[in-house]
Nanobody, 117 residues
Framework: QVQLVESGGGLVQAGGSLRLSCAASGSFYSRNTMGWYRQAPGKQRELVAT???????NYVDSVKGRFTISRDDAKTTVYLQMNSLKPEDTAVYYCNVQDWITGRNYWGQGTQVTVSS
């Protein structure tokens, strides 16, 4: 069974920074893409950033230049450094692992990020 445990969310003022972490455990292949998604109240869940095994990254346009995704494969952990936060970044942030071999998708429980103006 795969478990994803997120941490690092919280309340921050606009312009501030937060760093999210997601530690993955259990049985899944190292050939995977790890990522972060978010869901604001009344909105659909959207992709924030992904990072593939090997380091290729992808970001939604609204966070480019402000957020940085990284991964530590030795720790099976993915990070999201969020700088210059804006009130519109307020959402529940979810960690995701997409296993290339099995095609399975795994999700964390979510962590709340609130940015006050």
């Amino acid at each position: 069974q795969v478990q994803l445990v997120e941490s690092g969310g919280g309340l921050v003022q606009a312009g501030g920074s937060l760093r999210l972490s997601c530690a993955a455990s259990g049985s899944f292949y190292s050939r995977n893409t790890m990522g972060w998604y978010r869901q604001a109240p009344g909105k659909q869940r959207e992709l924030v950033a992904t990072i593939a095994r090997g380091g290729m990254t992808n970001y939604v346009d609204s966070v480019k230049g402000r957020f940085t995704i990284s991964r530590d494969d030795a720790k099976t952990t993915v990070y999201l450094q969020m700088n210059s936060l804006k009130p519109e970044d307020t959402a529940v942030y979810y960690c995701n692992v997409q296993d290339w071999i099995t095609g399975r998708n795994y999700w964390g429980q979510g962590t709340q990020v609130t940015v006050s103006s």
